[in-house]
T-cell receptor, first 110, second 113 residues
Framework: GENVEQHPSTLSVQEGDSAVIKCTYS??????FPWYKQELGKGPQLIID?????GEKKDQRIAVTLNKTAKHFSLHITETQPEDSAVYFC?????????FGKGTRLSVIA | SAVISQKPSRDICQRGTSLTIQCQVD?????MFWYRQQPGQSLTLIAT?????????ESGFVIDKFPISRPNLTFSTLTVSNMSPEDSSIYLC??????????FGPGTRLLVL
């Protein structure tokens, strides 16, 4: 079945710096690539998504880039703030239910 | 996006007992899903809750252990049956939006002793 590799598993950055999380996949049928943020004690929250006909999408400090040829997509957070600290999950959508990466625990140090 | 609530938010249960988790959505949705998230882990799909028919279970999950109801387009329940400590997890309900978008409820945190 579909598989998605997410790296790194943990990431610490200084407040104000940028954070990048990358996911790679193998199934070329995947055409939907969402990112979720999960804070402690809460359910995952959709923060941004991209479809296969688009290479980049931006929403304020958050952006997602997609390279369909290389089969990877990345989440970029600029000007990080302490409230960005959370676990981030990438996911794949296509002809099957969403498949999730293992998550990245982001810590933003003030 | 849909507003999703789950009950209970958390529970502590004895092994061998069963717990039913409720998921309520504020609007009618076609797709509803149940996920399990073990401590510190990612999300694993248990089943798709189908309105008016039996749920569709993923590999490794069976109806006898995780019976699911979906009586209408805004409500679903997941029962965790004959619980053991290995069932201690967060159980999450999600609903499908447009074009595969999924939104999650707050989760039910279950501890089995």
């Amino acid at each position: 079945g579909e598989n998605v590799e997410q790296h790194p598993s943990t990431l610490s950055v200084q407040e104000g710096d940028s954070a990048v999380i990358k996911c790679t996949y193998s199934d070329s049928a995947s055409n939907y690539f969402p990112w979720y943020k999960q804070e402690l004690g809460k359910g995952p929250q959709l923060i941004i998504d991209i479809r296969s006909n688009v290479g980049e999408k931006k929403d304020q400090r958050i952006a997602v880039t997609l390279n369909k040829t290389a089969k990877h997509f990345s989440l970029h957070i600029t000007e990080t703030q302490p409230e960005d600290s959370a676990v981030y999950f990438c996911a794949l959508g296509g002809n099957t239910p969403l498949v999730f990466g293992k998550g990245t625990r982001l810590s933003v140090i003030a | 996006s849909a507003v999703i609530s789950q009950k209970p938010s958390r529970d502590i249960c004895q092994r061998g007992t069963s717990l039913t988790i409720q998921c309520q959505v504020d609007s009618q949705v076609t797709m509803m899903f149940w996920y399990r998230q073990q401590p510190g882990q990612s999300l694993t799909l248990i089943a798709t809750a189908n309105q008016g028919s039996e749920a569709t279970y993923e590999s490794g999950f069976v109806i006898d252990k995780f019976p699911i109801s979906r009586p209408n387009l805004t409500f679903s329940t997941l029962t965790v049956s004959n619980m053991s400590p290995e069932d201690s997890s967060i159980y999450l309900c999600s609903v499908g939006g447009t074009q595969e978008t999924q939104y999650f409820g707050p989760g039910t945190r279950l501890l089995v002793l």
